[in-house]
T-cell receptor, first 114, second 109 residues
Framework: KAGVTQTPRYLIKTRGQQVTLSCSPI?????VSWYQQTPGQGLQFLFE???????NKGNFPGRFSGRQFSNSRSEMNVSTLELGDSALYLC?????????????FGNGTRLTVT | EDQVTQSPEALRLQEGESSSLNCSYT??????LFWYRQDPGKGPEFLFT???AGEEKEKERLKATLTKKESFLHITAPKPEDSATYLC??????????FGSGTRLQVQP
């Protein structure tokens, strides 16, 4: 069974630009969550989608948004990039509710904002 | 708000030297305690889920245990390939998993 796939693996963007990251979950998993990982803050929850609906949201500004498609694939978008947005963005899928089921992570997209 | 604290922050062991990693969690509303392993440049890899005090899970040289206020990840006779960052996370009802900051384990040959 294929794991969670994230593309691209690396991105370099300039302040003020926007970026879109993509995630394909494990086949059959309908829940997709996004996390930001930085050395200082660790893993911080961004949002969770289930059946194309946002089910849960973390404490990030509105510049961070996401969506999920009917095939469970998900994208997240960050607009007006800031230097502090440089991080590893991780997508995870689960077969049950993301708040109390094992999450299966992709290898992330490393975003660098210059 | 859920809080997860892991200790130690870093641990260096000699090959074969057993030890334990600690994860303290918010007592109320636990809906699962999760352990992950993360290698550099990769996403966390799921290891175990524990749901109730007294529960234990094992996988190769790793054993996870759960009490009413903390969880331990015991590493028996570790090998260099066990070197990684180990993360624990608390599940909580409708809220997302809350992750600890991790323990960086280095096992020297």
């Amino acid at each position: 069974k294929a794991g969670v796939t994230q593309t691209p693996r690396y991105l370099i963007k300039t302040r003020g630009q926007q970026v879109t990251l993509s995630c394909s979950p494990i086949s059959g998993h309908r829940s997709v969550s996004w996390y930001q990982q930085t050395p200082g803050q660790g893993l911080q929850f961004l949002f969770e989608y289930f059946s194309e609906t946002q089910r849960n949201k973390g404490n990030f500004p509105g510049r961070f948004s996401g969506r999920q498609f009917s095939n469970s694939r998900s994208e997240m978008n960050v607009s007006t990039l800031e230097l502090g947005d440089s991080a590893l963005y991780l997508c995870a899928s689960s077969s049950g509710q993301a708040s109390n089921s094992p999450l299966h992570f992709g290898n992330g997209t490393r975003l660098t904002v210059t | 708000e859920d809080q997860v604290t892991q200790s130690p922050e870093a641990l260096r062991l000699q090959e074969g030297e057993s030890s334990s990693l600690n994860c303290s969690y918010t007592v109320s509303g636990l809906r699962g305690l999760f352990w992950y392993r993360q290698d550099p440049g990769k996403g966390p890899e799921f290891l175990f889920t524990l749901y109730s005090a007294g529960e234990e899970k094992e996988k190769e040289r790793l054993k996870a245990t759960l009490t009413k206020k903390e969880s331990f990840l015991h590493i028996t006779a570790p090998k260099p390939e066990d070197s990684a960052t180990y993360l624990c996370a608390q599940g909580g009802g409708r809220r997302a998993l809350t992750f600890g900051s991790g323990t960086r384990l280095q096992v020297q040959p």
